[in-house]
């Protein structure tokens, strides 16, 4: 279902608390002995591991569902495993997760969904072992995911809200023709990960394709991916309009700072989901997006997209 332009502070709250629900406190839930007896499994507490990592495995365990009385694991959406495996690659960095703790909650689903002789809804995607870049990766899934409400909010009546909007993707622009110059272009080797994260880049193209380059906007293109990087600069205004607006979204960007439930972050906070690192060079036009758009780079790309908007209605 196509969400509207006049819903998108609604969009702004949804897409914050796809993500941000998966972290919430585990002490109030019913189950969470079931949870506990699962993650003593492979938890080692004889190395100091239990205190360190229990929590986060079973926040896992009951964001997968398979050992609650309820039957909504069976219905994980494609968007609610991509957005679940998000949450866990930035838990695994921040906590330095073993990847070990991972796969065997991920073990225990499968057993059971086998058990019911049921396909799994969800799987875990390694991606560090899968692509390059992963983090660049996970903000491109993100773009494409949510490409047609991209389309759908350019093509709106609020004029206003474009610039951000073209602002972020130039941002996602710059990050795919990176990684294709630096892995993909004039490359013919047999490197499995590279293999991967072209086929990745490939995808990701033809849904922009569809959605954005090919699509006569209202007021302007959406240049194609195989254009000269010259030509994205035509999607955003002077580099004096780019630093005011900068400035205005550090002083605006936490209109939704609501406690979460457990109180260990606030909904509205512009927590750094996947931080700027080394994997943003590779591109000329790398310095300049972070010095014009370093508030949204900072954070989960689309999140600071839908908290940009607030400013403007």
């Known amino acids: 279902m196509r969400i509207q332009i006049k819903s998108i502070k609604n969009i702004t709250i949804y897409v914050w608390n796809n993500i941000n629900d998966f972290d ?167 490197d499995q990960k590279r293999i991967l994260t072209c086929s990745r880049l490939d995808a990701i193209k033809k849904t922009y394709d569809f959605y954005l380059s090919t699509i006569q906007h209202r007021m302007y293109k959406i240049p194609s991916l195989d254009e000269v990087e010259e030509d994205y600069l035509n999607m955003c205004v002077s580099e004096e309009l780019k630093s005011a607006l900068t400035v205005e979204m550090a002083g605006k960007i936490t209109a939704l700072q609501d406690e979460t439930q457990d109180g260990e972050r606030k909904s509205g906070d512009i927590q750094p989901i996947f931080t700027v690192t080394d994997e943003n060079k590779g591109s000329p036009m790398s310095s300049t997006v972070s010095t014009t758009i370093g508030t949204m780079a900072g954070a989960s790309s689309i999140l600071a997209l839908y908290k940009v908007t607030l400013i403007f209605i």
């Open 24 to 190: 919430k406190d585990i002490k109030r839930d019913s189950y969470k002995n079931n949870y506990r007896l699962v993650c003593n499994y492979f938890i080692n507490p004889w190395n100091g591991e239990e205190a360190k990592y229990e929590n986060f495995c079973m926040k896992l365990v009951r964001n997968l569902g398979h050992r609650s009385n309820n039957m909504d694991f069976l219905r994980h959406t494609p968007e609610r495993c991509n957005n679940l495996n998000n949450w866990i690659y930035y838990s695994m960095k921040k906590h330095k997760i073993p990847e070990d703790i991972i796969t065997g909650c991920f073990d225990d689903y499968n057993d059971v969904m086998s058990g019911i002789n049921q396909p799994p809804r969800c799987s875990y995607y390694s991606y560090d072992t899968k692509y390059n870049e992963p983090i660049n990766i996970i903000k491109l899934n993100i773009f494409e995911s949510n490409m047609d409400i991209i389309q759908s909010t350019l093509d709106g009546l609020h004029d206003s809200i474009n610039l951000p909007l073209r602002m972020y993707i130039w941002e996602c622009i710059n990050i795919y023709k990176g990684i294709y110059k630096k892995y993909c272009h004039n490359k013919d080797d047999e």
